[in-house]
């Protein structure tokens, strides 16, 4: 797995350098009781030296920072200014934070806090810097009550302020404050794996540092506009009591900016895990530039560091290392020993990346050596998991198996889930490539049910995050899919697939297997659940020990030596470590684990693994209350071969495997793709050749079952061609099936009837042209003749419709009217946007166009079917993984709508106008008591098949006389006799509930 590299967002040492670090108040900072202080105030010994220790501390000079704040400190106090010695006190903690010394840093933190009684600002300050040191030693929930503390009573002092002042500077500064507490909160989110709080967190960041506070009726733009205000608001009691009116505003200017500049960053890095590159590339590149302006080296070297991560998770590895390097050179010069050890990290992997393992070692361990001095736990754990990834990559197994454990030790005690999972997963991996499938199996179940964990947090966010990032954890999915039907597991290989999908579906389903409250994750068969107890308890005792010698390593830094017994009890640790280390060891032969091994036939447990499933049983009810004779088909691609799963009312859940690699398979769509887009073409060799792989491993089972219905979950590039066009020899396979697409493995909404009299709501472009750019994309639409044809005899079939064409259809008259109707029929262009499927499009009459992310607004709870008519998706001879089309099936049902037709290309006028008319004919049937009543399905089935014979009886016997003359009078007699083609009928699909 590529996803463990380190992307701290940052390690520095100034209020004035970063948002996550501790503030270190300057020679400047706001009080809310305090009157403003002399020229000589300022010029004497104590302030000197305390200016000359903030100096130290922005070079990197700690040790001589920590002789000057000493000096000042004991000056202060002599002179009994209290404000003075807490901000003295609150630096000397920021300087131990800096050398790693956590438990120096809390206790001149604490003192700071008591001496700053008279000072809520400072108080603030210190309550947030306590907060980075629990969150540095991975004691997130503690972190997170003192930054909520910290934001309490800011807000309390904003309030104060405004009802005693009007001072909008000092609340401006607070506000900034506020910021930093946002940001900072939203990173422990982050490492939580609690992904849509942390962005909900940068967000007010941002909202809170760019907007100007104003309520005195002043704005300023400028250090020297800010000082004539201030100099405006003397005559109140609340202004700065150290700040210089010509310097230090200035600072608070810098300090804005570069706390925009980190929240930025921590943006990017929280779209970087999420999967969301192009997003995380954007923040990150505007997050530099304010760094490289504002001298910020330590944010500089940050940022560079993790736009090289962007490159490594884009398999760009050249580039990556260069911008590592570059950051690496920075974060020296910055004294940043956090962000060398992350870059150090980084740079280990790269090399891994490369082919280059064995010179990935001398960095890692470096790394290591420097989390372990600064006592970072987390980045000790993560460079571990690192050091396993190469040793596993030189084939040392042995080794890699303890980097693994001891990583995934540490994960667990300070709560890190975003790295355990990959650790839980490159444990799966190990075991498998060592030839022990069952454990492998074990630690990918542990791995997905962690990501699912993740994952419940993510359905708030937009549907592309979601994807996105299950995009970056697909392949544990996928490889402990491929273990099971190795294992011949198939059910529980389908839920690894349906767990897998549901992301694809999000929530607009209710009962989506593995998304409901009767069963979450993945269960563990008897023997499973056992060695993962037994692992369970050895990695417990991993933690405790852990916690324990970490405290007093910590207390041994502090004080420079420990008592006799305190040395004992490390002794005494180590120890223990050594017989865990034993015990992880000797794992795989423990009893547990022999039983898991010897388990020869794990469906033999069958009965006992449908009962924790829990909703096996429901789906085959679903599929029998469908009463379509409906089956339902999953095939998986893998590098090696195709795996299909079929699952029929009646029986356990079918496997078949196809030895067709994956290259294979993608030349033969993208063979047949372009034999369907060609009606000059034979398109009967390749949809055989796919018909061989696809459907004829399973004849005998969907001839068993008296199968007429499939319904089909596409996958990857699956999604760019039709089932219905597969061809067995003799016929099309629309010619036998009904063939209904989903998005996700469940039938819930599927079972749902129409309700009411078909009503339509019709739309068509039929004259003018728009041209415009979509991204790199560029578009040129003109009209389409036959679409005003198509509606008017939509029209003339359906009489309860609604035409809007031309100028008439526009997305502000459309979209209200929708739900008010059955079925909405939009004949214009649409287009699938291959990369980035939110932005995929439907053009209106009047050139506007709404996209897939629009129509997440939309409300179709009454509507039963969508018809585009005349979608595309544009190529460009590359094969994505079809994301795009499914995106538009999830968002009308997400909006409400029970099934779309969409086209997989761009479809001649007329023979669109052909199928239109046959379609609603067939459908219009029902509703006038004619004994077939077809379904959606079975309607565009008929149509399919009245294009392919040129027999338009099926559709009853006016209408389809009707509708056989209006194809004749309105097309040239080349197309009405060619409609056979699959060219014309083949692309129409229908996604979703197919009654």
């Not at 701290?8 to 270190?24: E, F, K």
């Not at 018909?691 to 590039?717: F, H, M, R, S, V």
């Not at 994505?880 to 999830?890: P, T, V």
């Amino acid at each position: 797995m590529d996803y463990r590299l380190k992307s701290l967002s940052l390690a520095t040492a100034s209020l004035l350098l970063s948002l996550t670090s501790p503030l270190l108040p300057r020679s400047s900072h706001l009080s809310l009781t305090a009157q403003a202080q002399t020229i000589q105030d300022r010029k004497d010994e104590a302030g000197w030296l305390k200016r000359e220790g903030d100096k130290q501390v922005d070079d990197s000079q700690f040790q001589a920072a920590l002789e000057e704040y000493q000096q000042a400190l004991a000056n202060y106090r002599k002179a009994g200014k209290q404000d003075y010695v807490a901000i003295t006190l609150n630096n000397i903690g920021t300087v131990y934070w800096n050398l790693g010394h956590y438990s120096q840093s809390l206790e001149y933190y604490q003192k700071a806090f008591e001496a700053a009684s008279e000072d809520k600002f400072i108080q603030v300050i210190t309550l947030n810097n306590i907060g980075i040191v629990y969150k540095s030693q991975g004691q997130y929930p503690q972190a997170l009550e003192l930054y909520n503390k910290a934001l309490a009573l800011n807000e309390k002092n904003i309030e104060e302020i405004n009802s005693n002042s009007s001072n909008s500077f000092l609340v401006y500064c607070m506000k900034i404050l506020e910021g930093i507490i946002h940001n900072n909160i939203g990173e422990v989110c982050r490492n939580l794996g609690q992904y849509s709080q942390a962005i909900e967190r940068y967000q007010k960041a941002l909202e809170a540092l760019q907007t100007p506070y104003t309520d005195s009726g002043f704005q300023f733009a400028s250090p020297s506009d800010a000082t004539e205000a201030l100099m405006i608001s003397e005559s109140t009691n609340t202004l700065f009591n150290v700040f210089n009116l010509t310097e230090d505003i200035g600072d608070v200017f810098e300090w804005l900016r570069r706390s925009v500049g980190a929240t930025l960053h921590n943006l990017g890095v929280t779209y970087n895990e999420l999967g969301q590159y192009s997003q995380a590339l954007e923040f990150y590149q505007r997050a530099l530039a304010i760094r490289r302006q504002t001298g910020d080296k330590l944010g500089e070297g940050a940022t560079l560091n993790n736009i090289g991560l962007v490159y490594y998770k884009q398999g760009q590895a050249s580039q990556a290392l260069e911008l590592y390097q570059q950051a690496l050179a920075v974060r020296r010069v910055a004294g940043d020993l956090t962000g060398i050890g992350t870059t150090l990290n980084n740079i280990g992997l790269i090399y891994d990346q490369l082919g280059k393992p064995s010179q990935g070692l001398k960095p890692l361990q470096q790394a290591l050596r420097i989390f372990r001095d600064l006592g970072d736990r987390a980045g000790e754990g993560n460079t571990l998991d690192s050091l396993g990834t190469v040793y596993a990559s030189l084939g040392r197994y042995p080794q890699a198996l303890e980097f693994y454990q001891q990583a995934l030790a540490i994960e667990r005690e300070v709560g890190n889930r975003a790295i355990e999972q990959i650790t839980l997963s490159n444990l799966g991996s190990l075991f498998e490539k060592q030839n022990q499938p069952e454990l492998a199996v074990v630690f990918y179940k542990q791995s997905v049910n962690v990501i699912e964990e993740i994952r419940k947090d993510l359905r708030v966010l937009p549907k592309e995050q979601q994807q996105s990032f299950t995009e970056t954890v697909a392949d544990t999915y996928r490889s402990l899919a491929d273990l099971l039907l190795k294992q011949d597991r198939i059910l529980e290989a389908q839920r690894v697939l349906d767990l897998l999908k549901v992301q694809e579906l999000d929530d607009y389903l209710n009962n989506v297997r593995g998304n409901n409250n009767t069963a979450q994750g993945l269960p563990n068969l008897l023997p499973e659940q056992q060695t993962w107890e037994s692992y369970q308890a050895i990695l417990n005792k991993a933690v405790e020990i852990g916690k324990e010698l970490t405290q007093l390593r910590q207390l041994k830094k502090q004080n420079g030596t420990l008592t006799p017994t305190q040395e004992q009890r490390i002794a005494q640790l180590l120890k223990a470590q050594e017989t865990i280390r034993e015990e992880f060891n000797n794992f795989t032969r423990s009893p547990e684990v022999i039983a898991l091994v010897t388990q020869k036939s794990p469906e033999t447990l069958s009965q006992d693994l449908l009962l924790q499933m829990g909703n096996f049983n429901a789906l085959q009810d679903n599929l029998k209350n469908l009463q379509q004779n409906a089956v339902l088909l999953y095939p998986l691609i893998l590098d090696d071969r195709i795996e299909l799963i079929l699952t029929t009312p009646d029986s356990p859940p079918i496997r078949r495997t196809v030895q067709v690699p994956k290259k294979q398979l993608n030349q033969t769509i993208a063979a047949f793709r372009s034999a369907l887009l060609d009606r000059t073409s034979d398109a009967k060799p390749p949809a055989q050749q796919l018909y061989n792989w696809l459907i004829k491993p399973l004849e005998a089972e969907l001839k068993a079952a008296d199968a007429q219905t499939i319904i089909y979950a596409p996958d990857a590039q699956l999604r760019y061609i039709p089932l219905a066009a597969l061809y067995d020899g003799q016929q099309w396979l629309v010619q036998r099936y009904r063939i209904n697409n989903i998005t996700a493995a469940s039938l819930t909404d599927l079972n749902t009837k129409p309700q009411r009299k078909m009503q339509v709501l019709a739309g068509a472009f039929a004259t003018g042209r728009y041209s415009f750019k979509v991204g790199e994309q560029s578009f040129d639409f003109a009209g389409l003749p036959f679409a005003g044809t198509e509606v008017e005899n939509l029209a003339n079939t359906v009489p309860t419709t609604t035409k809007l064409i031309d100028k008439a259809f526009t997305p502000e008259v459309t979209v209200p009217k929708m739900d008010d109707y059955t079925v909405v029929h939009l004949a214009t262009h649409a287009a699938f946007v291959v990369g980035t499927p939110d932005d995929s499009f439907i053009l209106f009459g009047n050139g506007e166009r709404i996209t897939l992310r629009d129509i997440q607004k939309w409300s179709l709870k009454n509507v039963d079917l969508v018809v585009l008519s005349a979608c595309e998706t544009g190529l460009g001879g590359k094969l994505g993984n079809g994301e795009e089309i499914l995106g538009l099936g999830y968002q009308m049902q997400r909006a409400g709508a029970r099934a779309a037709i969409a086209s997989l290309w761009t479809v001649d006028d007329g023979g669109t106008q052909a199928l239109m008319d046959a379609f609603y004919a067939a459908l219009e049937s029902k509703e006038v008591g004619q004994d077939s009543q077809p379904t959606k399905a079975e309607a565009l089935r008929q149509a399919q098949i009245a294009l392919i014979t040129g027999d338009y009886r099926a559709l009853g016997q006016q209408r389809g006389l009707g509708v056989q003359q209006r194809i004749q009078s309105s097309l040239s007699p080349r197309v009405a006799s060619n409609l056979s083609h699959p060219y014309y009928w083949a692309p129409f699909i229908l996604i979703g509930n197919g009654l």
